[in-house]
């Protein structure tokens, strides 16, 4: 399974939220290559919640539930979405700093494209950043 990082402005849909309401589907992305990493996501991907704007922490997982569909509110075949289900929520947040000042994450797309709102992730980098959770 594949691993990706889904950014969100906690004040729009936070990890809370997602525990809240236990599903959801992830929408509102419009950048081209954001969408192309959601057209290859698979149900049981696993989703890593990062809440973007003055927080900039990764918040918690998911796992993706469905495979892509075109997005029911649009009137754009190309805007895709995917069904998520609330995994869990870490303790204690992992904050952009630790990741940038962590040597195991040089070359993630995060770090590369940090605009980016979808961001492949490797097992290799989802363990480090599982290490870094504090519990």
């Given at each position: 399974?594949?691993?990706?990082?889904?950014?969100?402005?906690?004040?729009?849909?936070?990890?809370?939220?997602?525990?809240?309401?236990?599903?959801?589907?992830?929408?509102?992305?419009?950048?081209?290559?954001?969408?192309?990493?959601?057209?290859?996501?698979?149900?049981?991907?696993?989703?890593?919640?990062?809440?973007?704007?003055?927080?900039?922490?990764?918040?918690?997982?998911?796992?993706?539930?469905?495979?892509?569909?075109?997005?029911?509110?649009?009137?754009?075949?190309?805007?895709?979405?995917?069904?998520?289900?609330?995994?869990?929520?870490?303790?204690?947040?992992?904050?952009?700093?630790?990741?940038?000042?962590?040597?195991?994450f040089v070359g993630?797309?995060?770090?590369?494209?940090?605009?980016?709102?979808?961001?492949?992730?490797?097992?290799?980098?989802?363990?480090?950043?599982?290490?870094?959770?504090?519990?």
């Open positions: 399974m594949a691993v990706w990082l889904l950014k969100t402005e906690p004040t729009v849909y936070s990890i809370t939220d997602l525990q809240r309401d236990q599903k959801t589907v992830w929408d509102g992305v419009a950048n081209n290559l954001a969408l192309i990493h959601i057209r290859a996501m698979k149900k049981d991907d696993t989703a890593v919640i990062y809440h973007t704007g003055d927080e900039k922490a990764a918040a918690g997982l998911a796992k993706i539930s469905s495979a892509p569909y075109p997005d029911p509110h649009a009137n754009n075949p190309k805007l895709v979405v995917v069904d998520l289900t609330f995994d869990r929520k870490f303790p204690s947040p992992v904050t952009l700093n630790q990741v940038k000042s962590d040597p195991r993630w797309d995060l770090l590369r494209i940090g605009r980016l709102s979808v961001v492949p992730t490797s097992d290799a980098q989802l363990q480090a950043l599982l290490s870094l959770v504090k519990v």
